[in-house]
């Protein structure tokens, strides 16, 4: 699908390449940042996304 909202709402832990494929650009996720990651990955409209709390 490659729609890119979790690239444009969280920008510095999601990227994309040039087939529109999702690429994690950080898995370290500072505290202040975990909403908007959390937001990025609901807001992924294939679902491909998944978040894994450690």
């Given amino acids: 699908m490659s729609a890119g ?3 444009m709402t969280a920008d510095e ?3 994309q ?3 529109g494929v999702v690429l994690l ?5 500072p505290d202040g940042a975990q909403r908007r990651v959390h937001n990025a ?3 992924c409209p294939s679902g491909a996304l998944q978040l ?3």
């Fill in 52 to 54: 894994v709390l450690e």
């Fill in 41 to 43: 990955v609901k807001l």
């Fill in 5 to 7: 909202m979790c690239v």
């Fill in 17 to 19: 390449d040039d087939d």
């Fill in 13 to 15: 832990f999601f990227d």
């Fill in 25 to 29: 650009a950080s898995d370290e996720v």
